[in-house]
């Protein structure tokens, strides 16, 4: 079967999946953890198999293709947590009378059919497929290459789980090849939702290559402003934490902003604890003056993702420089300023447009599970459906159902009768 | 200045906008009122224009670009009433204590940048710009061509008015000419939505051609199931509504499905009351046994939008079987049922996939008016962002601010914090 007929005759479980009840679902989820332990060994096998054929590649690859009893045991926490978590689907969103016996409501229900492309990282798998599973949703797959063992692996031991539950197997289904990826970019109006995780470019290339709705983020590039207000030891800390407590995420910060009123005094107290942590400095021409560092020649600097141990400090005279800042380079993922005055913050929250604006904090608590979300889907920079870290909210839409007794329009546009429109939520 | 540049320039006003109170956006749709008023002479004999130079197109055209005392009436209550809801920004969707003093709260902000096409009615440029200025988005805006001396003037009047306030005038841009749409269909990035309203071939021409997200419908293929259950009587009195209130809306059925056990006895009381009403009957094989019709030859006519007084007409043998249909040609959009039998009412409600899913009601109740929205600005079929009817609250996104205290994640990646997540909504 072509994975699009694969996709095809999943379409038809869809309506099994939504109507199930949570009971069956957390059940499921559980099933799947139970099956993971009893199938162990040949998963670890297959996984020795993907780690012996990246022998050399990075540590830190290899360190994410790893799946042994620590990952396992991590994975099978993972599972129950999302088994607990309350059930996403037929939350009742608004709910309203119309008038007399005529009751509105709108209920959250399953998208349908999600497709997921994410990194080499065989624990990745496991929280997506309990993730889709828990919204209802069919799932299709494809991981990093690095790990196609370990993931067909998982595949078969979470099949082999689900046949034993009400769950239909088939609500889950792999892709092993690029050129799957390429044919299901295609099947818009089947496919109801595109996430990829990995790289700047591979995003973009997937936003590019589909009119299928697609939710992520494709550049990162975060910042934090330090206010002329600003306690200054604060600053350094939350400076420090934002860029170097693990730069390659998403939510570490590219740039630096200051401004003029404590760049004297700040930046050579920046400039002592980034050497610490062996931070490369990129200076504009003010900040150059004060502390050294790279140069920046070109404005277009700023729009740099380092992802790693180094980051553009620029000086600033006033908060419409910040915006404008902002404006131009900011990938409006998330923003932070450190100020004591409340006046600047309210303006800088209500004025910067970006999916996570933050006071006095770290960027890096940019994430679903800090937020208190359950789990992390990813994090959106689209202004549509979901913005920022995206739980299992994310993972559903809505309908309207409508309740009447014989009622018809002609009652109400003829005059004999009227709407009341009372909320009942 | 191209629509482009023009478009560029409105983007710096996008923060006035999105920071101005929601009095001042209140005054701006008041002032828009009071110099409609003003102007009226003007803006009738510009309409006049219009209506002569569409002399031989037929009355249906002419009656919606008429615009009049009457219709102008109706638009000065209506921007009363759209100055009367409440605000849909700064709304506080979800608000949670993380640890200690920080405090996370996800708010709701404008969109930014709406590109709306819409027929050739004046009055709905009028409803468009106050529900874009309500939500503190900014608008451009392309009515049917046919309006186009009207929809000039209008322009010119709200921009006349808005200078009187403290709303950049430049907040509304207005499109004249095809050239314009294609151009801005490619401003991705730059525009956050288009919303096309018009015709199925239209709506589905934007959707094919932009990767901006598009909020809208192409087909409007809903469907009345009448259940073995069902009162006949509210049948017909549901069927002849949802087919003749107003049979050019898309919330108007174009199927008829009845369950075989009442077939006999509903047809041809659905007969004598479509033939009173000059309704054209397609009829499916056991159908055209019992009530004669144009017989239904081909399965695919199914897919048709008659958007007029005809329908089609099945006879179906079980609740699977209407599913089996709906997933096939309905457009989910709305489909109802009437049915007395509480527990067949609760399976359709919960397996029909539409955006709009009613019971014992009649189809036409799918509006933003009637579902209490307090305004509409279109229905989407999407399952992303909006489904169903869109109020206010389409137009708007959310960020999340979170406000701390110097906070950093280290702390809590190194154990010596720890979340506690309370919810405070």
Not at 356 to 382: H, K, M, P, W
Not at 401 to 413: K, M, Q, R, T, Y
Request: glycine share 4%; aromatic share 6%.
């Amino acid at each position: 079967m072509s994975i699009t007929e694969e996709i095809l005759s999943a379409k038809e479980k869809k309506r099994i999946l939504s109507s199930s009840s949570a009971e069956s679902r957390n059940k499921a989820i559980l099933a799947i953890r139970d099956e993971l332990v009893a199938n162990k060994e040949y998963i670890f096998s297959e996984n020795q198999k993907d780690l012996d054929n990246a022998a050399s590649l990075p540590d830190s690859i290899r360190h994410r293709l790893l799946f042994d009893q620590k990952k396992l045991k991590q994975s099978l926490i993972s599972l129950e947590d999302v088994a607990s978590l309350s059930d996403p689907l037929d939350k009742v969103l608004e709910k309203r009378s119309l008038c007399d016996e005529m009751i509105l409501k709108r209920v959250s229900v399953p998208l349908g059919i999600i497709a997921m492309i994410f990194e080499a990282r065989p624990d990745a798998l496991i929280q997506i497929v309990s993730l889709a599973l828990k919204s209802g949703n069919v799932i299709v797959l494809k991981g990093g290459k690095e790990a196609k063992n370990s993931n067909r692996a998982l595949f078969e031991v979470i099949r082999k789980a689900l046949r034993k539950t009400d769950i239909p197997e088939d609500f889950v289904i792999l892709m092993e090849s690029h050129s799957d990826v390429s044919e299901i970019l295609s099947l818009s109006g089947i496919i109801d939702l595109v996430i990829p995780r990995g790289s700047n470019s591979f995003v973009r290339y997937i936003m590019d290559n589909t009119s299928i709705p697609v939710l992520g983020h494709a550049d990162g590039v975060c910042s934090l402003y330090v206010d002329k207000d600003a306690d200054l030891e604060k600053a350094v800390k939350i400076a420090v934490d934002s860029k170097c407590q693990y730069p390659s995420a998403c939510n570490s910060i590219e740039t630096l902003l200051v401004h003029e009123d404590v760049s004297e005094s700040f930046l050579p107290l920046l400039k002592a604890a980034f050497e610490k942590e062996n931070v490369v400095m990129h200076s504009d021409k003010k900040a150059f003056s004060l502390i050294g560092g790279i140069k920046i020649e070109d404005d277009e600097e700023y729009r740099m993702e380092f992802l790693d141990k180094e980051i553009n400090i620029k000086v600033v005279s006033s908060l419409s420089d910040v915006f404008a800042h902002l404006e131009r380079y900011s990938s409006h993922h998330t923003d932070s300023i450190v100020t004591d005055n409340k006046e600047t913050a309210r303006v800088y929250a209500e004025s910067v447009d970006s999916a996570d604006v933050f006071i006095n904090c770290s960027t890096r608590f940019a994430d679903g599970y800090r937020f208190g979300l359950g789990a992390e889907v990813g994090i959106s920079t689209s202004k549509i459906h979901a913005r920022g870290p995206v739980g299992l909210m994310g993972l559903t839409s809505s309908k309207w159902i409508l309740s009447g007794c014989g009622d018809v329009v002609s009652d109400f546009a003829e005059g004999r009768r009227k709407f009341a429109h009372k909320d009942l939520l």
